[in-house]
């Protein structure tokens, strides 16, 4: 089960997407055995690459959050950037879950909370 998605993000805002995460016979992927990670980088050629917080909303029910804090996203290049989250099990064996693409949009850093 690899699923791919896309996400856009502006440089120097907050990202954070929840994900729910269905295996192919409709059930949700059980996480309570497993260390999940993700990491993002601008080529698959790349040895750089950056880590992109992961945390599990509910083990049982499959619900992940990925995201990267507004100083994280400040240090980005704009472009496009390749993703991935995979879990790990007890033997070390990693399973790929979620590929696919980052958009990253230059911003200017403006946070919600410079507007109240």
């Avoid at 929840?18 to 050629?45: H, Q």
């Avoid at 992940?64 to 507004?70: F, K, N």
């Avoid at 100083?71 to 995979?86: A, D, H, N």
């Amino acid at each position: 089960m690899s699923l791919y998605k896309t996400f856009t993000l502006h440089a120097g805002s907050t990202f954070c997407e929840t994900l729910d995460l269905i295996d192919n016979n409709g059930t949700p992927v059980n996480f309570s055995n497993y260390e999940i990670k993700a990491r993002m980088a601008e080529s698959g050629y790349s040895e750089d690459f950056i880590i992109i917080n992961t945390e599990v909303i509910n083990y049982l029910q499959g619900k992940i959050q990925i995201s990267l804090s507004a100083s994280e996203t400040s240090l980005l290049s704009p472009g496009r950037y390749l993703f991935e989250i995979v879990i790990i099990d007890q033997y070390s064996v990693v399973t790929n879950l979620i590929h696919g693409i980052i958009d990253v949009i230059p911003g200017i850093g403006l946070q919600t909370s410079t507007y109240v």
